[in-house]
């Protein structure tokens, strides 16, 4: 019996070991049809060392296999759940939450621990320097006692930002995913010819279906970076032509300075507060619905005339200051600027902002000369020499004509449309700076266009010893200056009746969230009494000759003729001797007597006066 079942059993173990057999050597079949010499390579080995490989690489194909098909799930799976489970918000590099999103990335443990980074020079400006803690100028002096910057960027670090790529993060206890990626888009380069551009852009993710946690993100971005602005005015410029071509936001940021404090501008404090509560007024959130139900276009601008170097500039970036928004400077004069570019410009403003145009005189929109009865030709002149004449004049005509129409840009007309056109932007600040307001055409400075003009004049007495005391009194340091800034405190619809000082017009952003909108009617500008012409804190004794600062002043604004010359020349005269005001006191009859006979002599010859 026992024999009859040896044979099968026998048989079995044969069928066994062969199909082990064709196992191994699967492998070395399936290698040998992608990797030519593979099974000589593999017979060397195993004649030379006695070792088969087979097993190794078979092993090395079930795990490369095996990681492949994860990896083909995992990405199947994946994306089904950015299809499904995530929602996005897609920024571009023009817009300013671009800037906010980046900087606030930028800061984050992200940044600090990610492997793909983008370094950049951390240039910082004048006012970013001065809020520094550690600056040790001592260390930039030389044996001379002068000051030597040349190692000065190398101890500024870099700054680093997350780089082009998917970036992924956690912020309360919530996943996000920050892709920083560019796309190439076709723009107008120099001389009108085509250039492919590269465009950035970030897209912002997170996990679930709602994007809320995406907003709050961008509004907490966006809150860090505006703290950071406090006290900050922030300049605007229209993007150059390549850009305004791409139909994108025709604005740029093109500098952030620190905002001028009203107290500063050197002007009659009364007009000064007309100039504060007329714009007040104009800004309050109720005002719009009270010039709608009126029908009047919601606009209003401002003329500020006068001689160069009193003020005029210095008003409207303190009104920017005050009010806390942006300046949008536009320059007439741009040969690059079109109507058509100039009418996109104004109807891309913000509700509220300040747009500023200088030397509106300079820019051609003088007063319409009336040249037809000088130039036309009289009827008795019919000889042939006469006609070429005219004609020749006509030629010439037509030809500077065309000559000042290609410099200049804007035409009267279409800055007019602009202003106020059917498709003008409302709710803007215009402000116009001139040195000749008699110069400019009657169409431009009419009510509705120009509702308040701003005379600056030269300096008077009062104002020059304003000038002086600013200039010596004591520093205030930047952090307890911002700290000291008292939070605004009025709603729509009460009347301040309070003194309200300039020394108090702080120059913040006003919180016009917390305001309560259902005020219809804007409340009436409140009657303030003249500013006082000091800061609060009085500055303290001259310590060395026993005078106060005061006395000084008035000592040296009683050596000066009033209306005779204006703050930004006594003020050149002061920065030249900024901390020594009894210098100051003892060298301006000198300076006095050459400046005026150097104004008396460009009277007699012309040209530039030179102290």
């Given at each position: 019996m026992a024999s009859k079942y040896l044979k099968p059993l026998k048989h079995s173990?044969?069928?066994?070991?062969?199909?082990?057999?064709?196992?191994?050597?699967?492998?070395?079949?399936?290698?040998?049809?992608?990797?030519?010499?593979y099974s000589i390579i593999s017979r060397f080995l195993l004649d030379a060392l006695g070792f088969d490989i087979t097993s190794v690489v078979s092993i090395c194909v079930l795990i490369f296999g095996l990681v492949t098909a994860v990896k083909f799930l995992w990405r199947h799976a994946y994306q089904q759940i950015q299809t499904y489970f995530m929602s996005y918000i897609r920024i571009e590099h023009h817009d300013d939450i671009y800037d906010y999103i980046v900087e606030w990335t930028a800061s984050q443990k992200m940044s600090k621990n990610s492997r793909n980074l983008i370094a950049k020079t951390n240039n910082q400006n004048p006012w970013e320097l001065m809020e520094e803690d550690d600056l040790d100028l001592n260390e930039q002096?030389?044996?001379?006692?002068?000051?030597?910057f040349s190692n000065w960027e190398a101890k500024i670090p870099p700054k680093f930002e997350p780089s082009y790529g998917s970036h992924s993060f956690f912020h309360k206890g919530r996943f996000f995913q920050f892709l920083r990626d560019r796309k190439q888009t076709m723009g107008s380069g120099w001389g009108g010819y085509t250039t492919m551009q590269n465009d950035e852009y970030v897209i912002l993710s997170c996990l679930g279906r709602s994007n809320e946690p995406i907003k709050a993100l961008i509004r907490e971005a966006r809150d860090v970076y505006l703290n950071k602005q406090t006290s900050r005015t922030t300049v605007r410029r229209?993007?150059?032509k390549d850009k305004r071509s791409s139909g994108r936001a025709g604005w740029m940021r093109a500098a952030t300075r620190p905002s001028r404090p009203m107290d500063t501008v050197v002007l009659?404090?009364?007009?000064k507060s007309r100039v504060l509560n007329d714009i007040n007024e104009y800004l309050h959130p109720a005002t719009p619905a009270w010039y709608s139900n009126r029908g009047i276009p919601y606009r209003r601008g401002y003329l500020l005339h006068g001689p160069p170097g009193t003020g005029k500039s210095s008003l409207a970036w303190a009104i920017s200051g005050v009010f806390g928004v942006d300046i949008y400077c536009i320059s007439l004069v741009d040969p690059n600027l079109t109507e058509e570019e100039l009418g996109m410009l104004f109807t891309s403003l913000p509700r509220r902002c300040v747009v500023l145009l200088e030397d509106i005189d300079s820019a051609g929109l003088s007063k319409r000369q009336e040249t037809n009865a000088n130039d036309k030709s009289k009827t008795d002149a019919t000889t042939t020499s006469t006609i070429s004449a005219e004609i020749t004049k006509a030629f010439e005509s037509v030809q500077k004509s065309s000559d000042k129409k290609d410099k200049q840009g804007i035409s009267l007309s279409g800055l007019l449309n602009a202003i106020d056109g059917v498709a003008s932007h409302e709710g803007r600040v215009l402000i116009m700076t001139t040195n000749f307001p008699d110069k400019l055409d009657e169409a431009l400075i009419r009510p509705g266009?120009?509702?308040?003009?701003?005379?600056?004049?030269?300096?008077t007495r009062t104002q020059i010893r304003e000038?002086?005391?600013?200039?010596?009194?004591?520093?205030t340091p930047t952090k307890a200056a911002a700290a000291a800034i008292p939070a605004p405190t009025a709603k729509i619809g009460t009347i301040p009746t309070e003194k309200l000082p300039m020394s108090k017009i702080a120059a913040t952003r006003s919180p016009l969230e917390s305001l309560d909108p259902n005020t219809l009617t804007p409340p009436?500008?409140?009657k303030q009494p003249a500013t006082p012409v000091t800061s609060p804190t009085p500055p303290p004794p001259y310590t060395e000759d026993g005078m106060p600062l005061e006395e000084i002043a008035t000592s040296f604004a009683?050596?000066?003729?009033?209306d005779t010359f204006t703050p930004a020349e006594i003020q050149g005269f002061l920065l030249t001797r900024k901390k020594e005001p009894m210098k100051a006191l003892a060298e301006v009859e000198a300076w006095r007597d050459a400046l005026l006979a150097a104004k008396e002599e460009k009277r007699g010859k012309g040209g530039e006066v030179k102290v």
């Open positions: 173990n044969i069928a066994d070991t062969n199909s082990t057999m064709k196992f191994s050597e699967l492998p070395a079949n399936i290698l040998e049809a992608f990797i030519p010499g002096l030389n044996n001379n006692g002068l000051l030597n229209p993007m150059p009659d404090h009364d007009l266009r120009i509702d308040m003009k701003v005379a600056f004049t030269n300096a000038l002086f005391t600013r200039m010596y009194s004591p520093d009436e500008s409140p009683d050596v000066l003729p009033e």
